[in-house]
Each structure stands twice: as structure tokens, then as C-alpha cells.
């Protein structure tokens, strides 16, 4: 069992920033890919930005591209998401998620609130 716990989110004005950050019990070089995910109400759950172990490889949203940075911690198996120029519309609730190289099981955080007011 992987356990995943997510701290930084809060209230912003639009074009402030935050940091959300995610540790996990498990080291990061059995990770496979980690990540940030989000759902705002009404809406399905997307993807912002994941980042593979070896920390070469990132994806992000269209949305996210330009103003969201993702790094690793590999000595607090943590994974961060920098969050700048936010914007109403980023306003949901971020979800951390671990996909561990060994198995097909992921892992979810129960999940942080952003609110990004105009």
C-alpha cells in the first residue's frame, strides 16, 4: 500500500501562484510516473502534469504549459507542481496520483482545493 499526501493549496487572487506538493511512502525510483490531476465541479477529472522518475521526461496540459512547472524530490519522494499566473479557471480540487513501476495498481491523494479568485 502507497500512501500519498498532498499539502499547498489555499485561496489566491488571479495572477498569484502556489506550490502543491506530494510525499509518498514509497522511494521514488519505484515510481513510474507521478503526477497532478484535476476536477473542478461539473467536470471530469484532467490531467496537468506528470513527471517520470528519472525526471527526463514531463507532460502538461495545453492549459498548464507556460505557467506550471512539475519537478521530483528524490530525497523527500515527493513530487511538486509550481503554480504561477493562476487563473479563476484553474480553480478545482488537485489530486496527486503514483503509478509504482511493479503492478497495474495507481494511487490517488485525496485530493487538495485551489481557489483562484478574479
Known amino acids: 500500500q502507497v500512501q500519498v499526501e498532498e499539502s499547498g493549496g489555499g485561496l489566491v487572487q488571479a495572477g498569484g501562484s502556489l506550490r502543491l506538493s506530494c510525499s509518498t511512502s514509497?522511494?521514488?525510483?519505484?515510481?513510474?510516473?507521478m503526477g497532478w490531476y484535476r476536477q473542478a465541479p461539473g467536470e471530469q477529472r484532467e490531467l496537468v502534469a506528470v513527471?517520470?522518475?528519472?525526471?527526463?521526461?514531463?507532460n502538461y496540459a495545453d492549459s498548464a504549459k507556460g505557467r506550471f512547472s512539475i519537478s521530483r524530490d528524490i530525497y523527500k519522494n515527493a513530487v511538486n507542481l509550481q503554480m504561477n499566473s493562476l487563473k479563476p479557471e484553474d480553480t478545482a480540487v488537485y489530486y496527486c496520483?503514483?503509478?509504482?513501476?511493479?503492478?497495474?495498481?495507481?494511487?490517488w491523494g485525496q485530493g487538495t482545493q485551489v481557489t483562484v479568485s478574479s
Open positions: 496520483y503514483i503509478k509504482p513501476r511493479v503492478g497495474d495498481r495507481e494511487y
Open positions: 513527471i517520470d522518475a528519472s525526471g527526463r521526461n514531463r
Open positions: 514509497t522511494r521514488i525510483f519505484s515510481i513510474s510516473v
